[in-house]
């Protein structure tokens, strides 16, 4: 509970979470959402919103595979295999289409597995596999639950081909959005995304139905940077979260997931531990004191326009709220400097 009220109290408005296949599918066709009605209550109770990633693997329908959880790992492990057979594709789909039908009406974003173009699809990233699998379960949970949101495939990255493979299945016809997680390096900060978000929604519009072009939402669904001691400062991280959150507004993506919450551990060296607004021990970090200031400076404020007559690498984003005040956020790639503005 702590970690909600802090959560809340610097303004974010949605919460990513795993919603694992095997811990509610322990017995084949009997399904445990207690541990998920206890979290969507508190997240109720605070304002906040659940996307639920529909995700992983059950041993009751797929055995045993040597894989990687990552490239570059030392030698393959022993994992249970993802979803690729019909039975378990199947029993995939009835799981979430259940999941789906239990929390209607609780506002929910599901999301079809987590980064199935990387070491989280087992043996091997397989696109046809996964395509196979995530049409099967968006038609489940369209007909289980017709007002459900669905979104997939949360890639890692921008993998194109893969990524065209995905969207020319027809899955478009039951998606609400397409997510994706844009990471770049260090050195390149979030306003690189916009051409990616430019290629990715002309690829979308390609392949959606005709009576959805240009009615899917793209969602940066898990993005951030590590505050270690080869990554961003402490001070840049903030930065760049802010501009992660603004940069994507300005580029028409309604919704944005900072990965991540809190850092996973104490190592100043490890990239995994040092991705947190806050720390392991939920001492706030600048960049939630950043994000926490922008969230209560813009609450209530619509993004108008961004300002002409600046430079390229000058940023000037108007708001505007019900009332007619406006309010700007500007930043700059450049060396800082003074310019001049004509609202």
Same mark, same amino acid.
């Given at each position: 509970?702590?970690?909600?009220?802090?959560?809340?109290?610097?303004?974010?408005?949605?919460?990513?979470?795993?919603?694992?296949?095997?811990?509610?599918?322990?017995?084949?066709?009997?399904?445990?959402?207690?541990?998920?009605?206890?979290?969507? %209550? *508190?997240?109720?109770?605070?304002?906040?919103?659940?996307?639920?990633?529909?995700?992983?693997?059950?041993?009751?329908?797929?055995?045993?595979?040597?894989?990687?959880?990552?490239?570059?790992?030392?030698?393959?492990?022993?994992?249970?295999?993802?979803?690729? *057979?019909?039975?378990?594709?199947? %029993?995939?789909?009835?799981?979430?289409?259940?999941?789906?039908?239990?929390?209607?009406?609780?506002?929910?974003?599901?999301?079809?597995?987590?980064?199935?173009?990387?070491?989280?699809?087992?043996?091997?990233?397989?696109?046809?596999?996964?395509?196979?699998?995530a049409l099967a379960t968006a038609k489940a949970i369209r007909e289980a639950e017709p007002s459900?949101?669905?979104?997939?495939?949360?890639?890692?990255?921008?993998?194109?081909?893969?990524?065209?493979?995905?969207?020319?299945?027809?899955?478009?016809?039951?998606?609400?959005?397409?997510?994706?997680?844009?990471?770049?390096?260090?050195?390149?900060?979030?306003?690189?995304?916009?051409?990616?978000?430019?290629?990715?929604?002309?690829?979308?519009?390609?392949? %959606?139905?005709?009576?959805?072009?240009?009615?899917?939402?793209?969602?940066?669904?898990?993005?951030g940077y590590a505050s270690n001691t080869k990554g961003v400062s402490l001070e840049t991280q903030?930065?760049?979260?802010?501009?992660?959150?603004?940069?994507?507004?300005?580029?028409?993506?309604?919704?944005?997931?900072?990965?991540?919450?809190?850092?996973?551990?104490?190592?100043?060296?490890?990239?995994?531990?040092?991705?947190?607004?806050?720390?392991?021990?939920?001492?706030?970090?600048?960049?939630?004191? %950043?994000?926490?200031?922008?969230?209560?400076e813009l609450n209530g404020y619509r993004l108008e326009r961004r300002l002409d007559g600046t430079?390229?690498?000058?940023?000037?984003?108007?708001?505007?709220?019900?009332?007619?005040?406006?309010?700007?956020?500007?930043?700059?790639?450049?060396?800082?400097?003074?310019?001049?503005?004509?609202?």
């Amino acid at each position: 509970t702590r970690d909600l009220d802090l959560i809340t109290n610097a303004g974010f408005k949605f919460v990513r979470m795993d919603f694992g296949w095997e811990g509610t599918e322990r017995t084949a066709g009997v399904y445990d959402w207690t541990a998920y009605d206890e979290l969507t %209550a *508190h997240l109720e109770q605070r304002g906040l919103r659940a996307i639920y990633i529909l995700d992983y693997v059950n041993g009751l329908y797929e055995p045993m595979v040597e894989a990687r959880r990552a490239v570059g790992e030392p030698a393959p492990e022993q994992h249970v295999a993802s979803p690729r *057979h019909p039975e378990s594709v199947a %029993a995939f789909a009835r799981w979430a289409a259940a999941a789906a039908r239990h929390f209607a009406g609780r506002q929910i974003l599901w999301e079809i597995y987590n980064e199935p173009n990387g070491g989280f699809w087992r043996p091997k990233p397989d696109a046809a596999e996964y395509t196979t699998m995530a049409l099967a379960t968006a038609k489940a949970i369209r007909e289980a639950e017709p007002s459900a949101s669905i979104i997939a495939p949360a890639m890692s990255g921008f993998d194109w081909k893969y990524m065209e493979t995905f969207l020319q299945s027809g899955v478009l016809e039951f998606l609400d959005g397409v997510s994706v997680h844009p990471y770049r390096a260090p050195n390149r900060s979030p306003e690189t995304a916009a051409a990616d978000y430019k290629r990715l929604r002309e690829l979308i519009d390609r392949c %959606a139905p005709e009576s959805k072009r240009g009615k899917i939402a793209i969602l940066s669904g898990e993005w951030g940077y590590a505050s270690n001691t080869k990554g961003v400062s402490l001070e840049t991280q903030a930065a760049f979260a802010v501009r992660q959150q603004l940069g994507n507004l300005l580029n028409g993506i309604p919704l944005s997931i900072w990965y991540d919450w809190k850092n996973d551990g104490r190592d100043p060296a490890d990239n995994e531990q040092n991705f947190g607004t806050v720390t392991e021990d939920l001492q706030p970090k600048p960049a939630y004191t %950043a994000l926490k200031t922008m969230t209560g400076e813009l609450n209530g404020y619509r993004l108008e326009r961004r300002l002409d007559g600046t430079a390229e690498t000058d940023f000037v984003l108007v708001f505007v709220n019900g009332a007619g005040a406006r309010k700007a956020a500007a930043w700059t790639l450049a060396e800082p400097h003074v310019v001049h503005l004509t609202a």
